[in-house]
Structure formats: C-alpha cells, structure tokens
C-alpha cells in the first residue's frame, strides 16, 4: 500500500493564546508546537498499522516553513518512511490544500490521510478540499478503517453516531479519535528517522482566499456568583430569571 | 447574485442546523439585497416550511427518492443549482456532512471558504466572518477576497424566528452520478439530541468516581431534557463513549447552559466548551480553575448536589 499522511504544526494543547501587530497574528513567543494530534494520534498510526499489516510505504507530507522539520522528524521517528516539505510560510486552507494535491497527483496513493481537523484553525476542510481537486471520495471524521485488497470499510463519526461507508478504490480519509491509539517514538526510531528521506519541494501556484483580519480573545466571564449548595432552587431560579436559559 | 442554503435532513426530517441555515441565509440575503433560495436533496417531510424562515425558494432534488450521503454527488447537486441560480453565496450547516461538503465546494466554486462561522457576516468593505480558532481559546475575523464565498454555521448560532410562511418546492429531478463510495449502514441513537445540536448539556468528569455512578448525571440529563457529555479521561478511560468526550480534542459545543459536575477545567476542557451561552460548575474543590469561566458555581459533593438539583429541576417543571 502507498500511502499519504498530511501532517500539520499547532501549538502545544497546553498554549496560552496571545495576538501582536494590533491582533492581526498569533503571537508564537514562547509557544511550544506539536504535531497536530489528530494527524499524530490517528491518521499517522494507523497508516503504519495498514503498512505493518499489509506491506508498503508512509510518506508523510507538511506544506509549511524550515522550522517544521521538527515535526517531520518526530513522524519519521514515529515511523513514517520518507517525508516532503512543501516550502511555504503561509498559507490557509486552499493553498495547503492545492499544495498536497498537487504533489499527490504525481504519485499513486492508495488513501490520503489527515486528521479530522487541526486544533489552531479547526477548519476541517484541507481534506475535502484535497479530494475535489484529486477527484476522490472522502470519508471524514473516521473512527474505524479496515482495509481489504482494493476495497476500504470506514466508520465514520455523525452527529448522535456512526455511519459505516465503503469505497472501492484510493480515497481521502479523516481521521478521529478511535482510528489508533497514539504511539511514543522510542530511541530506535529516533535514531533512525535521522536517516530517512525529507525532501523539500516548491509550492505550486495557488493564493489564499480569505484573510485573517483581527483575533478577539473571548469575554472573560465578570465572576463565578456562588450558590448555596442547600438552595439549588435558588439555582434553577437564576436559570430562568437571570441566565434564561431554562 | 443571490443566496443558497443547503438544508440538511436526517431519516427525512429536516434538522434543526436545517431551519438554523435557512433563517441565517435569508438574514443575510436580506442585508445583501438579494433573495435566498433553498435547497433540500432526497426524500423530506414538510420541504417547504424553510419558507417560514424567510427562504423565497425550494428546490427539492429527487424529492421520492432516499438518498445516501456522499461528499461528491451532493456537493455536485449544490454546485450545480448555485451555477442555475447565480448563487454567489453558499450557507451550510456545520455538520459532519456540511464539513465534508465545504472544502469541496469552495474548490468547485472557487470561492473562499471559512467553515464554522459564529455570526452572521459583517458587511462593509469586506465580507468579514468571524469564527472560533485554537479550539474556542480565541476568535479569528476573516475578510473573504473572492467574489463567491461558501460558509458552513455552527449549530446554535441564530435563533431562527418565523418571518414568513411555508411555500410550493419545485420538484428538480438530477441523475445521481455513481461515485465508489457505497454507505452500507448508519446507526443513530434515539431520542437524544446530538451534542453539536444540543442547547443544554450536563457533563461530569473523573469526580464521579466510576461509570457506575452515571445514574446521577443521566437523571438530571434528563429532567433537564439535557443531552450527556464528558470529559477527556473519562472518555480515555472508557467510563463513557467517546462520542460524549467535549473539549479541545473531543467535540466543541455551544449549548445555552453547560452543567459541569467534578470537572476541574483543564484549559483544554474549557477550550471545547467556552463558548457556552452560560456555564454552571459544581466541584468540591473551591480552587477548581473552572470556577474562573463559570457563571454559577456550586462548591460541595456533587453527590449530594447533583440530586438536589435533579429535584428543584422537577419542581421547577411541575410549576
């Protein structure tokens, strides 16, 4: 099996978040970055569960700066074969997307995998937006995939449950909490990850659509108003009174 | 120009993001100037009463048949009358369908696309659309640089309010192109509001000890007419299906009330659930960091509390 994981760059789950140039960009002083962890955790393991299984080839791909090597490396350590940077510094969701297609219409990928969305932008649109321009299925939101010969079974995540899709051929998939269970570089990988390939490609030719304009931190609540753990009719009073919400 | 809605139905109901699309789309076609039009795919009860809502047109695309979600026909369908009607504007609903579906029909329409929209658009020189970034840790205003845009709404954004009455479909009959992707089977609970569609939601964390003593949080789930939720390491645990697990990696809501129960509010807890209209915590620990982000906050034994507050909810309802 050939296949693709994308993987992308967020801060670290833990990050306070902070804006500079008159809140018109993420401020990453101080910030620690990670792997986006349902790149890591789901579509990235489960890749290397399929290939241990079934023989082939991970690649992993990242379109962003020099700085996300860092990242690249850990999937390598993780066990991913080879990898490609798209050399890009910014870039919303068209252009990530145009630049991952672009690459992978020169290769024959079996299953392109992402994960159900980054946790910075929560956009969740880079994997259907891959699947158009390649002209693919897409299942999103996977818990559950099976692979047999040249056709996949994928769970995949709806509101209030589940819905089972089959798809005769390569697909892009998205991949949610269920589809693995993380895995921990250990030394060996580490070790070897310096030696796999990480090749750096131009960006194709796409600009971005839509501009952030301003960041707004959210209102900070004017203070928690204590109730008397004896009085929860005191609380459902202020529900429907005050809050109005009941 | 004109605006489209893509109203959602699940087992041939129309959803409640369905009157949520229709109503923001008509807000927002008013303040274009324009007209919104409506369309529904597959077998639907009641397919004209977006018009309730202010939507001058249905179109209803094989309305006899019942049809299986798949990324590419629909958003085909969806390309294909936008074009037939000049559509410049797409609304969806940002549903696990509606996701799947946005990506896609910005490249087809080559428009710009922001997904997760958390008010109607602010109009000036741009087209600006603000939405949730770092999982709820932060708000992103996006100007929108090409002339064709498609916005997927989060549940509970708008209040739809009946400004109009059911109108006539019109009935249009498409060829579903067959694509490799077959759904075989989908399995939905009853009765219960999905989490991303709920507007209250009662939520308990490692305070309550063991799966076993559910029984608490579900009866006031349930007095409440509530839907349940979770935190992380209880979902990690396995106490309950992760589908319930809300927060940063889990699901983000944004119910009207959020009742907490032993959760202390983790920031990536809160990440998840901050943009709930109004939060109640209960937590024995006076120092629990989700009291910072709560409107109401209970401190003692949330076995204690949990049950009096399942009552005076009973009470309340029998008045």
Known sequence: ?246 | MAVLVYIESSKGKIKKTGFEVAYYGSKLATSLRTDCVALLIGKTEDPGSPGKYGVSKVFHVNADQDLEFDSQSYASIIAQISGDNNADTIILANTANGKAMTGRLAIKLEAGSVSGANSLPELNDDFVVSKSVYSGKAIVKYAIETPKKVISVMGNTIQPQIIGESIVPQNVTFPIASTTLKVLERKTTEGITPLPEAELVVSAGRGMKGPENWGIIEELASSLGATTACSRPVADSHWRPHHEHVGQTGVAIRPNLYIAAGISGAIQHLAGVNNSKVIVVINKDPEAPFFKAADYGVIGDLFEIVPKLTAAIKRFKQH
């Open chain 1, 1 to 246: 099996m050939n296949l693709l994981v994308c993987i992308s760059k967020t801060p670290d789950t833990t990050s306070k978040i902070s804006f500079k140039s008159d809140d018109t960009e993420y401020n990453s002083d101080g910030v620690s970055f990670i792997m986006n962890p349902y790149d890591e955790w789901y579509a990235l393991v489960r890749a290397l569960e399929l290939t241990e299984q079934h023989g082939g080839n991970v690649t992993v791909l990242n379109v962003g700066p020099a700085s996300n090597d860092i990242i690249i490396r850990k999937a390598l350590a993780i066990g991913a074969n080879d990898a490609v940077r798209v050399d890009l510094e910014n870039a919303d969701s068209y252009v990530t997307a145009s630049n991952i297609a672009s690459y992978a219409k020169t290769k024959s990928f079996d299953i392109i995998f992402l994960g159900k969305e980054s946790i910075d932008y929560n956009g969740s649109e880079v994997g259907a937006m891959v699947a158009e321009l390649l002209n693919l299925p897409y299942v999103s939101y996977a818990s559950s995939l099976e692979v047999n010969g040249n056709i996949s079974k994928v769970t995949r995540e709806i509101e209030g449950g589940v819905e089972i899709n089959e798809i005769e051929g390569p697909f892009v998939l998205s991949a949610a909490k269920g589809l693995a269970e993380q895995r921990i570089p250990n030394m060996k990988g580490i070790m070897m990850a310096k030696n796999k390939p990480l090749s750096v490609i131009s960006p194709t030719d796409a600009s971005q659509r839509i501009k952030a304009i301003k960041y707004i931190l959210p209102n900070v609540k004017s203070g928690v108003k204590l109730i008397d753990p004896d009085n929860m009719d005191e609380l459902v009073r202020l529900l429907h009174e005050e809050a109005k919400v009941i």
